[in-house]
């Protein structure tokens, strides 16, 4: 079992930066691949980054790749998303999320997930 807490979201101008953190409880983080996701209004919630159990691979969304940076620390058990040069077109709810296993892109392959924290960027 792994309980995450998202946190890091807020407002922020076109072109500025957050980093997103999520914090998880259990002993087994570090056996745990993690996800970040998104989810806008009216919209499917739609993958965004993904680093396995080590930390050594990751794998990025067209749409944030160069911008977006996702990192873990296992032995604080937290996983983060530095968000650079964000576009009003990132304005989100950012979820974190952990599965098992290899890399999968559809938020059904995971099996836990934070509360998600709102990202806003104006123009």
């Known amino acids: 079992q792994v309980q995450l807490v998202e946190s890091g979201g807020g407002l922020v101008q076109d072109g500025g930066s957050l980093r997103l953190s999520c914090a998880a409880s259990?002993?087994?983080?570090?056996?745990?691949?993690m996800g970040w996701f998104r989810q806008a209004p009216g919209q499917d919630r739609e993958f965004v980054a993904f680093?396995?159990?080590?930390?050594?691979?990751?794998i990025y969304a067209d749409s944030v790749k160069g911008r977006f940076t996702v990192s873990r620390d296992n032995a604080k058990n937290t996983v983060y998303l530095q968000m650079n040069s964000l576009k009003p077109e990132d304005t989100a709810v950012y979820y974190c999320?952990?599965?098992?296993?290899?890399?999968?892109?559809?938020?059904?392959?995971?099996?836990?997930w934070g509360q998600g924290t709102q990202v806003t960027v104006s123009s």
């Open positions: 680093i396995n159990w080590s930390g050594i691979n990751t």
């Open positions: 259990g002993r087994t983080f570090s056996t745990y691949a």
């Open positions: 999320a952990a599965k098992i296993g290899a890399w999968a892109p559809a938020y059904s392959k995971y099996d836990y």
